[in-house]
């Protein structure tokens, strides 16, 4: 299995930036996906999730109203649209999948499988 994230890079506060990331090996139908983010000297982040048939999306309060997490299943992709950036969204972040519904989807636990992470830097 492979999550193969991209599209971070450096954008200046109030800016948008669209995060991508590809699946593969595994039945992305049957997955919720989920994007997660990690600060420098800080724990890893739930940022949002999107449910199986696209049914349900959950966001942490710190990105509701900003982000918007969607998925392709035919073509086995995730994105995340950051809109009206800030510096404190500064961090790698991370694409992940759970089997089925994961108990609590904003911890890292639940989670099968992990991309490699991107970099997203917002300038101040």
């Known amino acids: 299995v492979q999550l193969q994230a991209s599209g971070g890079g450096l954008v200046q506060a109030g800016g948008s930036l669209r995060l991508s990331c590809e699946a593969s090996?595994?039945?992305?139908?049957?997955?919720?996906m989920a994007w997660f983010r990690q600060a420098p000297a800080k724990e890893r982040e739930f940022v949002a999730a999107?449910?199986?048939?696209?049914?349900?999306?959950r966001y942490a309060d710190s990105v509701k109203a900003r982000f918007t997490i969607s998925r392709d299943n035919p073509k086995n992709m995730i994105y995340l649209q950051m809109n009206m950036s800030k510096p404190e969204d500064t961090a790698v972040y991370y694409c992940?999948?759970?089997?089925?519904?994961?108990?609590?989807?904003?911890?890292?636990?639940?989670?099968?499988?992990w991309g490699q992470g991107t970099l997203v830097t917002v300038s101040s």
């Open positions: 992940a999948a759970a089997k089925g519904f994961p108990s609590i989807m904003t911890m890292v636990a639940p989670y099968d499988y």
């Open positions: 090996g595994l039945t992305f139908s049957a997955y919720t």
């Open positions: 999107v449910g199986i048939g696209s049914g349900w999306k």
